[in-house]
């Protein structure tokens, strides 16, 4: 070898042992190389075979070769492995333990064949011409060199794909720990920890957390006539109409046996919501609970009897986890003892309190029907004392319960669709009375409208503006003959849809009043953003004026001259004295109203004072 040659020579395998380390991923490195090496050496291909067992590279092994065929070039058509020599050194080599170069003259084409311990095969396809054995003597460092990165690489990468492995595995020891292996559900170590934070949780955000302990009825009976093959397919069934369900972010879990538990997650932050979230859940399981299941081949109806408990018991320092599931499961038994398929509160005041809703509940499902619900109404008057509208209240009479206040079934009603009736019910009639009193107000110049309060969700119903406009229509009104009350309730879950709404109220010239304004936590900064023209300060603010602090009697001042900056107009409700009236007056507000002026009258009693403050203007 002469010295041009021996320099080009150490050249070549210089640039060749440079492609060797030029990336940090086996694949890309072993295509990298060879496409180096096929220019370089004027090859006619190469062909690298990993071992099946390689991780770092994604590709699955070849029936053909027990090889994962990396690289092909020129093309897969042609591939060394055909070759039944070169296909004799990868299967006598397999697995590679060992270096091995073999070269190869078979079928009339030339292979160099290389053993890369513990990764694979090269195999290089040498063209016709050149001078093999140089090439041969080239590449064997080379290669030695192309090994060590190889081995590196897939060290490497198997260490990782032993991290991940080992940490799937440990997901799947945890979940099955967790986990219950018939219904899938959280099982009851997992209950008993979560149950722990969430007791934790409460505590520390102040709002109640709520257990729901459900046993199914009469289980035994199925399990021991039908067997235990349908007795689980029944558990797996309800399992899932359990979960169907939950609300988001409660959890349902298996305890063993025919034993379940809802864990309901922040039912709210007075005793009273809290009672009245977690007996609508109750109720919801039991009637979701109605309709029979299809197991197998049977059709099986089962009922569940629920025992329910909240906490923080605040009357006790007993709100570990123990007792918090010891009151459930004490409460369920309650709810047995009381004819199943029924649920019962642990503390005897809370089942009250619960009964009472349901009595309500049950009795004004009825009441549209027996006719005992009717309106009141009540003036509002300007600055000048001019009448310029009345505000329409529902009053409800049962034979049963007498009179009953709206403050006392109103929210009853808005936990369930009940109040979407009741709503309507209100609307027709408040319509239909601001047409009757056409006839005696349009001689009455400065009386402008009836108000309606409506309830967040009746806002809420998809048509609620649709229907609107149908009502008015139907009752021979204009939109202008009525304003809608409501409150910022209506904006809770999402404020950017309730201004849409509200938007399309104007475009129908439908108007509103912000009502019981001051007494939510955000009045001030959410004000700007909605379409509002008037809102009514709270009576809490108002009635007793004389006798409030002087902080309250600022904030109502920072009120009105809020509302002045920003051209709203200002009603005042719950003015009971002349001392009140005159102190608002004086301020030129919109519109004012209170027992002061009228107590809410009937219908009949209306309109002798419309006729009244006629003949008096
Ligand atoms: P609200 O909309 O704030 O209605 C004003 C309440 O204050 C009425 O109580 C009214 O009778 C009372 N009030 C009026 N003037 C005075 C006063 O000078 N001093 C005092 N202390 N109170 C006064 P009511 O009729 O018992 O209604 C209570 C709440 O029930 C209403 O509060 C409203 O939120 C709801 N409500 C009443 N009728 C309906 C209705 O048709 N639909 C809906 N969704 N809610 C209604
Ligand atoms: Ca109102
Ligand atoms: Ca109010």
């Known amino acids: 070898m002469n010295n041009k040659i021996n320099t080009e020579f150490t050249a070549l395998q210089n640039e060749l042992l440079l492609a060797t380390g030029a990336s940090h991923n086996l694949e890309d490195l072993l295509r990298a190389f060879s496409h180096k090496a096929t220019e370089k050496l004027g090859l006619s291909g190469v062909n690298v075979y990993l071992l099946a067992s390689i991780h770092a590279v994604d590709h699955s092994a070849d029936a053909s070769t027990g090889y994962k065929h990396l690289i092909a070039i020129p093309d897969a058509k042609n591939p060394a492995h055909k070759n039944q020599s070169v296909n ?133 009976n199925i399990n021991d006539s039908l067997g235990h093959s349908v007795g689980d397919m029944l558990l797996t069934k309800v399992a899932e109409r359990l979960t169907h369900n939950a609300r988001a972010g409660d959890d349902v879990f298996r305890l063993g046996g025919d034993e379940f538990v809802f864990l309901l997650r922040n039912v709210g932050e007075t005793e009273e919501s809290a009672i009245s979230t977690s007996q609508v859940v109750a109720s919801r399981i039991i009637e979701s609970m109605l309709d029979p299941l299809d197991v197998g081949d049977f059709t099986l109806h089962i009922t569940p009897s629920i025992g329910v408990t909240i906490f923080p018991d605040k009357n006790t320092e007993e709100n570990d986890g123990e007792s918090v599931l010891k009151h459930a499961d004490t409460a369920m038994y309650k709810a047995k003892s009381e004819g199943r398929n029924t649920f019962a509160f642990y503390d005897p005041e809370m089942q009250v309190t619960a009964s009472k809703r349901l009595i309500v509940a049950d009795y004004l499902r009825k009441a549209i029907a027996n006719d005992e619900l009717h309106l009141e109404f009540q003036p509002l008057y300007n600055a000048k004392e001019q009448l310029i509208a009345a505000e329409s209240l529902l009053r409800w009479h049962n034979p049963a319960l007498g009179n009953v206040s709206p403050e006392d079934f109103i929210h009853i009603a808005e936990e369930s669709n009940l109040i979407l009736e009741v709503s309507n019910w209100v609307l027709n009639a408040a319509c239909a009375f601001a047409s009757h009193i056409k006839q005696h107000t349009r001689m009455h110049p400065s009386f402008r409208y009836i108000t309606i309060n409506i309830s967040p969700k009746q806002f809420k119903q998809q048509d ?4 609107l406009i149908s009502v008015i229509k139907e009752n021979d009104i204009e939109p202008d003959d009525i304003r809608l009350e409501f409150t910022e309730n209506i904006l809770i879950d999402n404020i950017d849809d309730a201004i849409v709404k509200m938007e399309k109220l104007l475009d129908a010239d439908i108007k509103f009043i912000l009502d019981d304004f001051g007494t939510g936590y955000s009045s001030l900064s959410y004000l700007h953003k909605l379409p509002i023209r008037t809102i009514k300060i709270d009576k809490s603010f108002v009635t007793g004026f004389k006798y409030k602090s002087y902080a309250n009697k600022a904030i109502v001042d920072a009120i009105i001259a809020m509302a002045d900056r920003m051209e709203l107009q200002c009603v005042i409700e719950g003015i009971e004295t002349e001392d009140d009236a005159r102190y608002f007056i004086d301020k030129e507000i919109y519109a004012m109203q209170g027992y002061y002026y009228n107590r809410p009258m009937r219908e009949d009693e209306f309109i002798s004072l419309l006729k009244d403050r006629f003949l008096e203007n």
Request: with cysteine.
């Open 88 to 220: 004799k050194f990868l299967t006598n080599v397999h697995p590679c333990e060992k270096d091995a170069v073999d070269f190869i003259e078979s079928e009339g084409r030339n292979f160099v064949a290389y053993a890369l311990p513990r990764v694979g095969s090269i195999i290089f396809e040498l063209g016709e011409a050149g001078d093999h054995e140089n090439t041969v003597k080239l590449l064997n460092p080379v290669i030695e060199r192309l090994t060590y990165s190889c081995q590196a690489l897939t060290t490497i990468t198997d260490l990782n794909y032993q991290l991940v492995q080992n940490k799937k595995l440990e997901q799947a020891y945890e979940e099955q720990a967790n986990q219950d292996a018939l219904t899938k559900l959280p099982n009851r170590r997992a209950f008993r920890y979560s149950l722990y934070q969430e007791i934790a949780n409460t505590q520390r955000y102040n709002y109640y957390g709520a257990v729901l302990f459900i046993d199914l009825d009469h289980f035994k």
């Open 464 to 467: 609620f503006t649709e229907h």
